[in-house]
């Protein structure tokens, strides 16, 4: 398996393995790596894949796209990575084994729940696997990285617990000042490990990934520093979420004659780009539903066609703050599927999108690539405050489940969308004790936490807050990464 950037249009495309994309993280055009080609699976190869555990799936999943890891050393890191005491979240043994077990709500209805990891949100089914997978990569080229990363509230706490205490590791993280849950910003800011830095930018989460994608773009600081990346910039992060679409679809159809429909809430378009790859490899997805918040910008693209990123000022704070999202990243990686795989194009939309600007592909100019988009199964809607309390209350009082804010999205927006004929997997992003204010507010309790998270708000924090400055955090980092 080979790999190129969404915007290399070189007479003859730079190849790259598994490794050296992993290691790399963004392409150094600007672009975001994915296979040159997807990986097919077969009609048998669903059938066989059917009965697998979490952990053997991952490791038939993942195989198709990775072959510069040893198979025993691959098969050794999954195993390590998907166990029922990882995913636990204090259930019974036997339930956690699943890893993500579907907890149907009503025939046809059920959510996939993917946030029973160590840091309560999806983000450690992928985030988990990228920290044994860089401990052995490293490990076997005898090199270290500091991994540089952007979060919204979620992405954060998982890289650094997946990575704290790992040897040859930092981490610089960087998160909005005061935009994140209580419970979000003690998750991160509590962890005194000498190899996790958290940095505050006085921005949103676009602001924050804005300054990694500078970083990664300055060549010479890169290499200097061994800058690596555990955002969904990086190719590992997409391939490991495509696994539970498989799991998904298995315990949600009776056969791999059915379709099966997946609602995501969505901000940085890494969840639901790896469902989109899913279906691209054959899996039967008959729809991805894509759920936004407030922050509407890809509801608003496959409503119109016209991709019209916000600027900080227009982005709303919003209570499901994780989808706090103006500007896409993996978005580029399904522009690059639908307008037939053409990095100039690419490079064209992508110069007005980061000089500022938007573009329509419904304009004339772009109208024969966007006749393509109803191939691609994707139905979209968007969600408000008042949608999510409502959500929130009427799943409680109807199911007896308490279900976090973005999930709420996912569900609202499901309502809207589902079929009768098709079997719909709502996909659970987080749980309800990450977001405690806003479940207080609809429901008048407070949700259960961990044992281990009782009163994490309450421990002391140490974080770095600055102005949105690529050049002040290249600043820190240089000076946290000198010899002591
Ligand atoms: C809880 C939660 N739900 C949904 C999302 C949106 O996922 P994505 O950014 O992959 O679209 C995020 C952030 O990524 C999240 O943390
Ligand atoms: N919602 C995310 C934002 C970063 O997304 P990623 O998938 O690119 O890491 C978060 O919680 O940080």
Request: with cysteine; charged share 25%; net charge neutral.
């Amino acid at each position: 398996m080979r790999y190129v950037s969404t915007r290399d249009n070189s007479s003859i495309p730079s190849q790259k393995t598994f490794t050296e994309i992993f290691l790399s993280g963004l392409a150094p055009d600007g672009g975001l790596y994915l296979p040159e080609a997807y990986p097919r699976v077969t009609r048998a190869e669903l059938d066989a894949w059917r009965k697998l555990s979490y952990a053997d799936l991952a490791f038939a999943v993942l195989s198709k796209f990775i072959d510069d890891i040893p198979a025993d050393d691959l098969k050794r890191l999954v195993d390590k990575t998907y166990t029922a005491a990882v995913y636990c979240n204090g259930r019974a043994p036997e339930k956690a084994a699943e890893i993500t077990p579907v907890h149907w709500l009503e025939p046809g209805l059920g959510l996939l729940e993917l946030s029973n990891g160590p840091t309560l949100a999806f983000k450690d089914m992928a985030m988990q696997l990228l920290g044994n997978l860089f401990e052995y990569v490293l490990t076997k080229r005898g090199e270290t990285t500091n991994i540089l990363g952007a979060t919204s509230g979620d992405t954060g706490s998982a890289a650094e617990y997946a990575m704290r205490g790992k040897r040859g590791i930092r981490v610089f993280m960087l998160s909005p000042h005061n935009r994140m849950s209580a419970f979000q910003r003690a998750q991160m800011y509590a962890l005194q490990d000498a190899n996790i830095f958290n940095i505050a930018v006085r921005g949103m989460f676009d602001d924050a990934q804005d300054i990694v994608k500078a970083v990664f773009n300055d060549a010479c600081f890169k290499a200097e520093y061994s800058i690596g990346a555990v955002n969904s910039i990086n190719w590992a992060r997409v391939a490991a979420q495509v696994v539970y679409y498989f799991k998904g679809y298995f315990a949600g159809t009776r056969n791999n004659d059915d379709e099966i429909a997946f609602a995501v809430p969505s901000g940085n378009f890494g969840n639901i780009c790896a469902g989109h790859i899913a279906r691209m490899m054959g899996l039967p997805i008959g729809r991805l539903i894509l759920a936004t918040n407030e922050n509407d910008v890809l509801d608003e693209f496959f409503r119109t066609g016209c991709y019209r990123p916000r600027s900080t000022t227009e982005t709303f704070v919003t209570s499901s703050p994780s989808m706090d999202i103006s500007k896409a990243s993996n978005f580029e990686r399904f522009v690059f599927d639908l307008v037939g795989r053409n990095p100039s194009l690419i490079r064209t939309l992508w110069a007005k999108v980061d000089a500022g600007g938007s573009f329509d592909l419904a304009s004339s100019e772009y109208a024969d690539h966007f006749r393509h988009l109803p191939e691609f199964g994707f139905v979209t809607g968007k969600s408000t405050h008042a949608d999510r309390l409502r959500t929130i209350r009427d799943i409680y009082a109807r199911y007896g489940v308490m279900v976090d804010t973005h999930t709420a999205d996912g569900l609202k927006v499901a309502a809207e969308h589902r079929r009768p004929d098709m079997p719909t997997l709502v996909l659970e992003t987080a749980q309800p004790a990450k977001f405690e204010e806003t479940i207080t507010e609809a429901l008048g309790i407070a949700p259960p936490r961990p044992e281990s998270m009782r009163g994490i708000e309450a421990l002391p924090q140490r974080v770095e807050v600055m102005n949105v400055d690529a050049d002040a955090v290249k600043r820190f980092i240089a000076a946290h990464c000198r010899p002591a």
